[in-house]
């Protein structure tokens, strides 16, 4: 089973500052990984998928990269909407598995 | 529009049975992998179940392998997860999603198990 963990679990940030999200792999996933954005209450949302692909209505704000083992989901400038817990997930093998998720928060 | 409907949740005793059934439209569904995810309150996402398009894979978390069993029909653009041998830790939210990333997802729908 592929174990993702994600850091740091909380990120305390101001609107308008940069977010950094990592997600490390315990084996490659190649490129095989997905970031989803879940806001208090609300379905989860993919924001990308294939490491860097971002998904359809996803401002570009948001970026991913990475391959392997290690992943980075980039947040540029924090509208208040960002506000939110952060889920990575890889689908390159069964079982599918989902990170620990990443609290951004206001700081 | 993708749009995907999850019903059939509800409250049942542990060792209990539900069935939970995702509608679909809105895309090609015989094309697509299908998902069922779930998130116990106040939890993070689980991966459960998925199936092939075809249904001729089926894959499934070892937390309920042998009680939980996924299903899908084409023509009727729906699949499924029939949930036995309940537990209290199957408490969750029960989204349905689109694909082995979930690109689409329901709007998700509460099972709780309790004596």
């Known amino acids: 089973e592929v174990v993702l963990t994600q850091s740091p679990a909380t990120l305390s940030l101001s609107p308008g500052e940069r977010a950094t999200l990592s997600c490390r792999a315990s084996?490659?996933?190649?490129?095989?990984l997905a970031w989803y954005q879940q806001r208090p209450g609300q379905v989860p949302r993919l924001l990308i998928y294939?490491?860097?692909n971002r998904a359809t209505g996803v401002p570009d704000r948001f970026s991913g990269s990475g391959s392997g083992t290690d992943f980075t989901l980039t947040i540029s400038s924090l509208e208040p909407e960002d506000f939110a817990v952060y889920y990575c997930q890889q689908c390159t093998s069964w079982p599918l598995t989902f990170g620990g998720g990443t609290r951004v928060e206001i700081k | 529009e993708v749009q995907l409907v999850e019903s059939g949740g509800g409250l049942v005793q542990p060792g209990g049975s539900l069935r939970l059934s995702c509608d679909t439209s809105?895309?090609?569904?015989?094309?697509?992998?299908m998902t069922w995810v779930r998130q116990a309150p106040g939890k993070g996402l689980e991966w459960v179940a998925n199936i092939k398009f075809d249904g001729t894979e089926k894959y499934y978390a070892k937390s309920v392998e042998g009680r939980f069993t996924i299903s899908r029909d084409n023509a009727k653009r729906s699949f499924y997860l029939q949930m036995n041998g309940l537990r209290v830790e199957d408490t969750a939210v029960y989204y349905c999603?689109?694909?082995?990333?979930?690109?689409?997802w329901g709007q998700g729908i509460m099972v709780a198990v309790s004596s």
């Open positions: 294939d490491a860097s």
């Open positions: 084996q490659s996933v190649r490129i095989y």
């Open positions: 999603a689109r694909r082995n990333f979930f690109d689409y």
């Open positions: 809105g895309f090609t569904f015989i094309s697509y992998w």
